[in-house]
């Protein structure tokens, strides 16, 4: 097995090279591949919310938001082989439901905030028919509700699952901003926005087992972007702030026991704002779970309790804190943690220093170090590692130069001469 300090060195990131006709940009550990330029001319792509996710041969997928040419916002899909290079436009999320008959007019569906779940032969991933909200929720009543879609891999179909739902949605009003299978329960769960309530629903039965109402809002307490669901049938949620100035307040895990249908406050409180990153490791004893401010937690399944691990930031970027991190990944050989932080220099506002920093975490070491920059961007997704190790997230520069990035372990023999 490689020393923890060959995988570190590895890792060795560097800034964006020239394009290639892949549509790939690739430089010393960093790849960045286009897709854009492989989008209808009806679509602008300009975000993607840790909506990605893996299949059982290792192909990579990803939904981002995207504007029609008619100014309706859409989420397309796409796929991208390793092996081949291919990329691949799926389909959208209008054009789908518009086609089987489960679009009203003029409505919209901007945002696959999920993370692709394969269940059997199927993807699944849900919709979110608006952005966020992070005040007041008085303007719910007029969106439709979430989606729930499916692209079979035999078929090569993408599909609404919802459109044969009494409603046609998964619940009315609100939106699926996470997605996660529980293969001992064998049901999908989502996690509603903004209400937090726990939607399960049965794909093989193709329906809806049970709603259960989520933490009660408050004002600036936004639902966490993850939730994490254990191998024991429990589900732990969390609210928190995205704002710097409300970071510092405590927010309360609660619990939903799907075996005894029960929820309850746990009575443990975390800072940091609201959850942004999992990834649970190989033997599912244990969840790392990050903020949005770049707090970093493990959660213990048998002792069911939260351990502060630290900021995710290095010592050598003291003069640095974490402005956002939308996503990590636990690295295949399980004693790493890797995320790419947005850090502004402390003190700063919107006008001050940013960079992008590859930043890991050793478990063994508990200790953060910085790997190297990158081009500036927001780098989103959880836990989407394939089996050569390579990391996969989104990368987008706020509306613009949209790519799936690909943080990938060069594990040369001189760098592993190096480390011994």
């Not at 504007?67 to 789908?96: H, N, S, Y």
């Not at 966020?132 to 078929?155: E, Q, T």
């Not at 699926?176 to 064998?186: D, K, M, N, T, V």
């Not at 999992?278 to 779970?289: K, S």
Request: charged share 25%; with cysteine.
């Amino acid at each position: 097995m490689l020393s923890r300090s060959a995988i570190a060195g590895a890792l060795s990131f560097a800034l964006l090279a020239a394009a290639c006709r892949s549509g790939a940009l690739r430089a010393g550990g960093y790849e960045s591949i286009r897709l854009d330029d492989i989008a209808p001319k009806y679509l602008t792509l300009t975000q993607s919310w840790n909506a990605l996710g893996l299949d059982d041969r290792g192909r990579v997928y990803s939904v981002w938001t995207s504007r029609r040419d008619d100014g309706r916002e859409d989420a397309a899909l796409f796929r991208f082989t390793p092996a081949t290079k291919q990329r691949e436009f799926l389909g959208t999320f209008i054009d789908v439901a518009a086609a089987q008959g489960n679009l009203r007019q003029a409505e919209e569906l901007p945002k696959g905030h999920t993370r692709i779940v394969q269940v059997g032969r199927k993807l699944y991933m849900a919709s979110q028919g608006f952005h966020d909200f992070k005040a007041d929720i008085d303007a719910l009543p007029k969106y439709r509700g979430a989606h729930l879609f499916s692209y079979d891999l035999d078929r090569g179909v993408l599909e609404d699952v919802t459109r044969n739902l009494p409603d046609g949605v998964l619940l009315e009003h609100q939106g699926i901003i996470a997605l996660a299978y529980s293969p001992e329960h064998r049901l999908l769960i989502g996690l509603s926005h903004p209400h937090s309530d726990l939607v399960l629903f049965d794909p093989a039965a193709g329906a809806i087992r049970k709603l259960v109402r989520g933490i009660p809002w408050q004002r600036e307490r936004m639902v966490s972007r993850e939730f994490i669901v254990t191998r024991t049938g429990k589900i732990y949620t969390m609210r928190g702030a995205e704002e710097a100035k409300l970071r510092s307040v405590e927010n309360e895990v609660w619990v939903y026991d799907i075996a005894k249908d029960e929820q309850h406050a746990t009575g443990q409180h975390l800072t940091g704002g609201f959850w942004n990153g999992l990834a649970e490791a190989p033997d599912r004893n244990t969840f790392y779970v990050s903020t949005v401010s770049g707090e970093l937690y493990a959660f213990d399944v048998a002792s069911e309790r939260f351990s502060r691990l630290g900021d995710f930031i290095a010592a050598e970027d003291a003069q640095y804190r974490v402005k956002y991190l939308y996503g990590i990944a636990l690295l295949p050989a399980a004693d790493a943690i890797v995320g790419v932080p947005i850090l502004e220099r402390n003190g700063g506002g919107r006008a001050r220093h940013t960079l992008s920093r590859v930043t890991e975490y050793s478990i063994a070491r508990r200790e953060f170090r910085a790997i190297a920059s990158v081009e500036r961007a927001v780098h989103t997704g959880s836990a989407h590692v394939d089996r050569r190790g390579n990391v996969y997230m989104a990368a987008f520069d706020w509306d613009t130069n949209c790519r799936l990035a690909i943080l990938t372990p060069s594990l040369t023999a001189a760098s592993s001469n190096r480390s011994h």
